[in-house]
């Protein structure tokens, strides 16, 4: 077979994936209800939650696709899955949601039908099962295409939710995937085919999915920097901070790249990361970090999302650390494309910016954020609410993170009131249509009746009054 006929072959098959998932949604929307669409989000959820299956889908994760570690991947199984769960119980997804006789409207919460869903390597468990949570929820089919190396951890994904859906009579065409081998024609198939495309993942894919003429829902680039101020609690600042950065070696699109750091409290700052297991490398020594962290112009994959012992081993820094040390604090002065420490890293490395005061931090943060990162998240750690409204009315971001682990807080946690999710909407500042955690809103569309009532219309008076008052007729 040519290569032709191999991308021809390919369309079909998934041409044939998405016909078999539209049957089935449509069996499951006639005879829908929501204890049925919940139920079928349960089965889902427990299919990864169930403590063997999470574990062995966190391990296959880590064995396939090399990224990440086991104990973060079950945490992160659990608790995403876990704080969707609870996010949407009780979520009302099926039938009359509203009926006002003032306006003589009536909605009707209606499935949108079969979803494409392009997921990433770095969650090849946890962001397919919330996407197909949110889908069920809605009455939708899903179809998923997985990255090359997250195809096995979504294979046995999809078999745990088969064999829940096997004790409840649901149909299993109702959840399925794009088989191996993957590649760009199937996925461009499936968006092209799907009623509406969820993406999360590279800004390649994202873009196609922008473009592909399907409505498509896709998250902008992770690039997150937060600002340390004087007011801070430092010792709680670099607990948090080291915790969210080395969380399953920093595979999350909410992993601190930056930390910018006010002068007055630098030392003691860099002292209490030190005390956490972060190791300083000074400025002086940062190319060094730079020329193995991107030794072809592209991230080392001996350094990025490992454990801190292969990464130190990868960047020969092992012996020039102390013992025990989890990640590494470099200082650096340049931002953008010429110096890509103030980019995304993938990996237990932390850039560090000096800043004169907090005026300085804002300048600094926002020229990090102009270069990449705009519109997903901010950090600050302070003791001075107004300055992180400072940062939501002049940064560009759509989500100010207050004295939290980042990682943690972006996508939901049980200590803030942000909805679970793994992706994050970023607004134009980072070319998406939402700038809203993913969730089960983005899953579903809404009928309306509208019916006659009296008329409403205003006098010319009633409306411009006030300005003829100031400026004239």
Known sequence: ?????????????????????????????????????????????????????????????????????????????????????????????????????????????????????????????????????????????????????????????????????????????????????????????????????????????????????????????????????????????????????????????????????VEAIYDQFIAAVAQEGGALVPEAEAAGIIAKLWPDGHLNREVIAQDAAKMLAALDMADKVPAGTKFLAVETKGIGPDHPLSGEKLSRILAVYRAADFSDAKAIASRILDHQGAGHSIGIHTAKDERALELGREMPTCRVIVNQPHTFATGGAFTNGMPFSLSMGCGSWGGNAIDTNLNWRHFVQTTRIVREIPSREPALEDIFASYWAEAGQ
């Open 1 to 261: 077979m040519n290569a032709q006929d191999e991308i021809a072959s390919g369309i079909a098959e998934v041409e044939q994936i998405v016909a078999r998932a539209r049957t089935a949604q449509q069996a499951f929307e006639a005879s829908g209800s929501q204890a049925l669409y919940d139920q079928a989000a349960l089965a889902a959820g427990w299919a990864i939650m169930e403590p063997a299956r999470n574990r062995s889908l966190a391990e296959l994760a880590v064995e396939t696709t090399g990224l990440g570690n086991v104990p973060d991947k079950i945490t992160k199984n659990h608790r995403k899955t876990l704080g969707l769960l609870r996010d949407i119980a009780g979520v009302q997804t099926h039938g009359i949601i509203s009926d006002d006789p003032e306006t003589g409207i009536t909605e009707i919460m209606r499935p949108i039908g079969v979803i494409g869903a392009v997921v990433p390597s770095t969650n090849p468990a946890a962001t397919p099962a919330n996407n197909i949570i949110n889908a069920l929820k809605g009455g939708n089919a899903i179809v998923v295409a997985p990255s090359p190396k997250g195809v096995a951890s979504c294979e046995l994904l999809l078999s745990y939710i088969h064999a829940e859906f096997a004790k409840l009579g649901l149909d299993p065409d109702l959840v399925q995937m794009i088989q191996a081998p993957g590649s760009k024609a199937k996925t461009q198939a499936l968006m092209e085919t799907a009623d509406r495309v969820i993406c999360t993942g590279s800004q390649n894919n994202v873009h196609r999915a922008q473009s592909c003429g399907t409505p498509a829902v896709a998250v902008g680039a992770g690039n997150v920097t937060v600002i340390v101020d004087e007011t801070a609690d430092l010792a709680d600042a670099a607990a948090k901070i080291t915790a969210s950065k080395t969380f399953d070696n920093a595979t999350s699109c909410s992993s601190e790249n930056s930390v910018v750091v």
